[in-house]
């Protein structure tokens, strides 16, 4: 995020540095296979890198679904995304790798006394369930080994809100440390205090948040008022909504 972050700061005219991030002429390397490493992956291209690839973790998904992923779920299946035709346009290669773990960072001090990566060491890897039915991580013996980068980015995965105003104002949260509400509902453990978008259903996309907000601007306009005449989810309320014992 901070990668992008100051990418799109700077592209918008912020007067803001790079702080060591400026991909030009690097060799750069993502972990993680994810959106947000399809973005890390189109803005190294986009901003003059010398190569970029990334690495996951989990196998190569499937061109087509599997039977234990059937319709209406999600399909996880091999996806080629901007970031990566641009690359593939580029060099002929998709930059991802799969079933890759990152063992270690190879570091060096530079000419200013900064220590800064030059590597990593990495191993392939193959998942097997255990007796017990759950995944495990299996190194293939023979395979660790070096590869050479000038920055290295993380885009491992959503770790749920920032915890300073939960634990400040001691809201309940879910398994998954989001901000705990009653089902379609957007109030929280702590009265007067409501909750909505990623914090409170995990990390989403923009056609959710703009729901959640609304919905939740509804929820509070009849906290407030004792009714409301915002609109509901699915279209237009044309009748105001009576809250429990108004007329
Ligand atoms: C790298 C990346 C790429 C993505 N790409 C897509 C995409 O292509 N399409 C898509 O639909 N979705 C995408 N998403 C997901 C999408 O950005 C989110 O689902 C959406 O922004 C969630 O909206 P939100 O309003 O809940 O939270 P946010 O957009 O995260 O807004 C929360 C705001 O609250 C501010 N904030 C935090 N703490 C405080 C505080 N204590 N006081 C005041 N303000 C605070 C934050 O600075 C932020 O501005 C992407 C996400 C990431 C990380």
Redesign the pocket.
């Known amino acids: ?1 901070e990668f ?1 972050e100051k990418s799109q700061r700077r592209r918008a005219g912020d007067e803001i540095g790079w702080d060591g991030l400026d991909p030009k002429d690097k060799r750069i390397i993502i972990l993680g296979g994810g ?2 490493a399809t ?1 890390c992956i189109g803005t190294s291209n986009r901003l003059g890198c010398k190569s970029v690839r990334a690495f996951e973790i989990l196998p190569t998904p499937p061109e087509k679904r599997k039977a234990e992923n059937p319709w209406p779920e999600w399909p996880l299946i091999f996806r080629v995304d901007y970031g990566h035709e641009e690359i593939v346009a580029k060099t002929g290669q998709d930059p991802r790798t799969y079933s890759i773990s990152t063992k270690k960072f190879l570091t060096a001090t530079n000419s200013a006394g900064i220590k800064i990566v030059t590597g990593l060491e990495i191993v392939e890897v193959e998942w097997e369930k255990d007796e017990k039915g759950a995944w495990k991580l299996i190194e293939k013996e023979g395979t660790k080994q070096t590869v050479e980068c000038d920055l290295c980015i993380l885009a491992m995965g ?1 770790l749920g809100p ?1 915890k ?2 939960i634990e400040q104002l001691s809201l309940k949260t879910d398994p998954r440390s989001n901000i705990l509400t009653p089902k379609d509902k957007y109030d929280t453990s702590v009265a007067k205090i409501f909750s ?4 409170r259903r995990g ?7 703009i729901p ?2 609304r919905q939740a601007a509804r929820q509070v306009d009849e906290y407030l008022m004792g009714k409301t005449t915002l609109a509901g989810p699915g279209g237009i309320v044309t009748a105001p909504i009576l809250h429990k014992g108004c007329c």
């Open positions: 995020m992008l959106d947000t973005d959503f920032e300073t105003i909505a978008g990623d914090c990390q989403s996309l923009v056609v959710w948040a959640e907000g």
